[in-house]
Every structure is written in structure tokens, then in C-alpha cells.
């Protein structure tokens, strides 16, 4: 990154570095073939609208009240998962990385059962907590719970002895040790989890919505997607891609794990 | 040596007691479980009992074509993995050789890794129709980034010392990056391609899911939509079995790869 961002800075004769100039030809290009595809009329009408029923459906979109309703409802859940899911990851893993034999006894279940598709469970969930707001929070809950707890469990066993042993000698009581030495040192892990953690439970949350509920993000594009307005859908999806990056990159700032690469 | 023989018995014991405890705790989960439901304390039509879903599993597997099913969902995975890996590979190798490029679109796949690529299945069905191409489409655009990303880093850590010994033999362009930069960067580049490959079984087995399309993932919708509730337990149990049984082929495969250093 580094390296990447002192060659971007080297400008060309005429001040904008060529790294800036590639991109903008490709974003224009990409737009250019995509506008250009919009109006051929090779393929069925607004399978690819145009630039302009897409911007005019943002706009819409943006300025209606109705959306912030649908992105409240879709925040909290994925706020109320996050905080389930990532609050029992954490205590999952601070308790596997700091013990070994209930790490050894039990870690391989959450490793081979981490990267199984969540979304299957859907209706068992939907069985347990119906088919409102809690079915949704509680698959993104469960699609976090994994990558927090693991994270936090191998960053819990990576805290430098030396920082622990520092504890010791200053004979700090176990809050003390939890308060000054285990968190401190495991700020990168447990901001690493819950980034994971945010952007799973995201997924989640919003394919359960997709499959079945009358509210949320993931319900405003299955709508639109039914009843086939393709402008519309586009808007909500480019929306969701930004926030989606968006919130991810945000953790990563606030954390900084910016020093560190993935 | 009478001295030692219980100490190794002690030692061995110690090494498979963890182990043993975690699988005794599972098991015990599943007893109470069972006793639970049987007390009527869980409803049974919320959660089936464990030995109905061990009794389901069978049927499912006899009545619910399963092994077509299974076949099914592999093959979109392999197709996929065949797909991430040709093009990953390519965009990899494209970006390494042009710098330029790598500078202007490389945090740009890196962004696209961290989307929620899968939320976009409704424009892919528009795109492609309600067919195995949207599945396997999804999985490609979903697992793409992983093997760009490797590829680029397994190329540009190819130790400075090979890089040298390919110098002073004189070999070619094409020579020094087939000979010395690919075989080196290879478990790097696999292990793109294991994460890019668990990405598209995990988007695959969904999609199909929420599209109610193709192979594991439509057999769980059917089951949910008839009521079937031992089935639908069964058959998400045999999804996780076969994800598992694939992700740890997948580790050994890049074990067997990575070098004995």
C-alpha cells in the first residue's frame, strides 16, 4: 500500500499521476459500454437501463422517507446481530484462546463449521423466532459468531508472553490484566473479528430479508426485482454497495488496521 | 522403561482427552436435546428430536435424489473454481506485469472482496435467467477477488535469490516467469484459490437456497416449504458434512502444495 500510494503521488507533465488517469478511463469506459449496451437494444428492455433512469431512480430513492424507514429497520438488525453474534464470539474466544484444552476440546467445530453457508438455516430460524425482525437477527447473529470468535481466539494466543509476564511482575489482578494487557494488545484481533463479523452479519441479515419479510433493505430489492423495476433495484443495490464498503472501511479506519494489512 | 510405559500412557492420554471431551459434550447436547423434546419441554414442531433427524437422514438420502443433487452443486463449485482460476490467475499475473494497472484497480478488487457481491442475486437473475449460470456466476464474481489478490502477492514474493539464479541462467521473460515465478508462487496462488473455492460453495449452496433452483440448497427450501422438519434438519446437516468434508480437501490439497520449509 505503501508503495503504491508514493507512486500514485508522482505526477505526469500535465499534474494528475497516470494511476488517477487509468482510472478514470476505465470507470468512463466501463459507463460508456454501459450506456452504450442500454441503448443498443441487444438485450431486453432495462435488463441494462440507462445511466439517466438509474440516476433519476437514486435521486427518488435517496429523497424518499420511506427508504430511511426500510434502512432503519435493516441498521437495527444488523446492529442487534452484530452485538448478539459478536458479544458471544468475543467471550467465545477470549475463553478458547486462554484456555488450551477447551481450545483443543472445542475450536474444530467452530473452524470447519466458520465457512458452512448460514443462509440454510433460515428456516429453522424462521421455526424459532418467526417470521419478523428476530428470525433476521438471529441469522446474522449466527453468521458472525464464527469469524468473531475465531479471531479473537488466535489473536487471544498471538498476545506477546513478555506483555503478559510484564502483568504478572506488577502483580495485576485479573482485571487489571484483562483491562491493561489483554485488551490493549488484542485491539487489531478483536476490531479484525468484528469488521469480519459486521460485513457477514450484514449478508445474513439481508438475504434473510430477501427470502421473506415485508421490511428492510434486502425487502425493498426483492420488490423491486418482482415487480421488475430495474432502475429501482439498481439504486438499492448501488446504495447497499456503498454502505456495505462503506461501514467496512470504517471499522478498519476506527481500528486502525490501516498499519496492518489483510 | 516400567517407568516410562505409564508416562507415555499418560502423555497419550492427555492428547486425545481434549478431543474426547469435545465429542462427549456434543453428544451429551444431543442426548438432552432429545430428552427435552421427548418431555414435550421443546415442542417437537419446532425441533424434531436428534433420532428423528438421524432416521430423516436416510430417507432423504434414498428419496430426495440426493446424490444428483450433490453432483450437482460440486459441479457448479468445480466450474466456478475452473473459472476463478483462469481468469483470477490471468488478472493476478496482468497486474504484477503492469504496475500501473495493479496502482489503480488493485484496492479496487480488494473493495469488491469485502461486498456483498450475493445481495445483487435478483440482478443476476435478471441478467442470466433463473438457471445454473446465475448460481455459478455469483460464485465466480464472489470468489474472483481472493485469487487476484494471492496471485499478485504470491508473484511479488518470489524470493530475490531464484529470481537471481534465473538470471545468471540466462533464461527469457516467459522462461523466468514459467520456470522460476509461477512454481514459486504457486502455494500462494492455491491458497487464493481454496478461499476463492469456499467463498463459492458457501454463495452457490445459498443462492440456490433463495432462488429455490438446482441442487443442496433447493432440496433444504423444499423440505422447509412441505413442513418437512426431520428432513429439513437432515438435509441442512448433510449440506454441513459435505461443506466440511470439501474445506478440509481443500486444506490438505494446499498442505500437500506448500513446501517442507
Request: hydrophobic share 55%.
Amino acid at each position: 500500500m505503501a508503495a503504491t500510494g508514493h507512486l500514485t503521488k508522482a505526477p505526469t507533465r500535465s499534474g494528475v499521476s497516470a494511476v488517477t488517469l487509468l482510472r478514470v478511463g476505465l470507470v468512463v469506459g466501463a459507463l460508456a459500454i454501459w450506456e452504450g449496451l442500454a441503448r443498443s437494444g441487444w438485450l431486453y428492455r432495462d435488463v441494462v437501463p440507462s445511466l439517466l433512469a438509474i440516476a433519476k431512480a437514486l435521486v427518488a430513492l435517496l429523497t424518499s422517507g420511506e427508504y430511511y424507514f426500510h434502512l432503519g429497520v435493516t441498521v437495527g438488525e444488523i446492529a442487534v446481530a452484530l452485538a448478539i453474534g459478536g458479544g458471544c464470539g468475543v467471550v467465545v474466544g477470549l475463553i478458547l484462546g486462554g484456555n488450551r484444552f477447551l481450545a483443543r476440546a472445542f475450536e474444530i467445530y467452530l473452524y470447519y463449521l466458520g465457512p458452512t453457508p448460514k443462509i440454510i438455516f433460515f428456516p429453522v430460524m424462521i421455526m424459532w423466532f418467526g417470521v419478523g425482525s428476530g428470525s433476521k437477527i438471529a441469522l446474522g447473529a449466527l453468521s458472525c459468531f464464527f469469524p468473531v470468535a475465531l479471531s479473537v481466539a488466535a489473536g487471544m494466543r498471538e498476545i506477546d508472553r513478555v506483555l503478559i509476564r510484564v502483568g504478572r511482575s506488577f502483580r495485576a489482578d485479573t482485571w487489571q490484566m484483562i483491562a491493561k494487557i489483554y485488551l490493549p494488545a488484542m485491539r487489531h484481533p478483536i476490531i479484525n473479528g468484528v469488521r469480519l463479523g459486521l460485513g457477514i452479519a450484514l449478508i445474513g441479515t439481508l438475504l434473510a430479508e430477501t427470502k421473506l419479510s415485508n421490511k428492510g433493505i434486502g425487502f425493498l430489492i426483492i420488490n423491486a426485482y418482482s415487480t421488475f423495476d430495474m432502475p429501482r433495484m439498481y439504486a438499492n443495490l448501488i446504495v447497499l454497495f456503498v454502505i456495505a464498503i462503506g461501514a467496512n472501511a470504517l471499522v478498519g479506519r476506527f481500528g486502525g488496521l490501516d498499519t496492518i494489512r489483510r | 522403561m516400567s517407568a516410562a510405559a505409564p508416562a507415555r500412557r499418560a502423555a497419550a492420554l492427555a492428547d486425545i482427552a481434549p478431543a474426547a471431551t469435545g465429542l462427549a459434550c456434543v453428544v451429551a447436547f444431543f442426548a438432552v436435546m432429545e430428552a427435552l423434546i421427548r418431555s414435550g419441554l421443546i415442542s417437537e414442531y419446532i425441533v424434531p428430536p436428534p433420532s428423528q433427524v438421524i432416521d430423516a437422514l436416510g430417507r432423504v438420502v434414498m428419496e430426495e435424489h440426493i446424490v444428483r443433487r450433490f453432483f450437482l452443486t460440486i459441479g457448479e463449485c468445480l466450474t466456478t473454481g475452473v473459472m476463478i482460476t483462469v481468469f483470477g490467475v490471468a488478472g493476478g499475473v496482468a497486474m504484477h506485469r503492469y504496475k500501473l494497472l495493479q496502482q489503480a484497480v488493485e484496492t479496487w478488487v480488494a473493495a469488491l472482496a469485502a461486498a456483498p457481491v450475493v445481495l445483487a442475486y435478483p440482478l443476476f437473475m435478471v441478467i442470466f435467467g433463473r438457471n445454473a449460470w446465475t448460481i455459478i456466476m455469483i460464485g465466480f464474481v464472489a470468489a474472483l477477488p481472493p485469487v487476484i489478490l494471492k496471485t499478485i502477492e504470491g508473484l511479488s514474493g518470489t524470493r530475490k535469490v531464484l529470481i537471481n539464479v534465473g538470471r545468471s541462467f540466462n533464461l527469457s521473460g516467459s522462461q523466468q516467469f514459467f520456470k522460476i515465478m509461477l512454481p514459486a508462487a504457486l502455494p500462494t496462488i492455491f491458497t487464493g484459490i481454496r478461499l476463492g473455492l469456499i467463498f463459492a460453495l458457501i454463495n452457490i449452496v445459498g443462492v440456490e437456497f433463495l432462488i429455490n433452483y438446482g441442487g443442496l440448497g433447493q432440496l433444504i427450501n423444499d423440505l422447509a416449504e412441505r413442513y418437512d422438519l426431520p428432513g429439513t434438519y437432515a438435509a441442512i446437516c448433510f449440506v454441513i458434512l459435505v461443506s466440511v468434508v470439501f474445506f478440509m480437501t481443500l486444506e490438505k490439497i494446499e498442505r500437500w502444495l506448500r513446501p517442507a520449509t
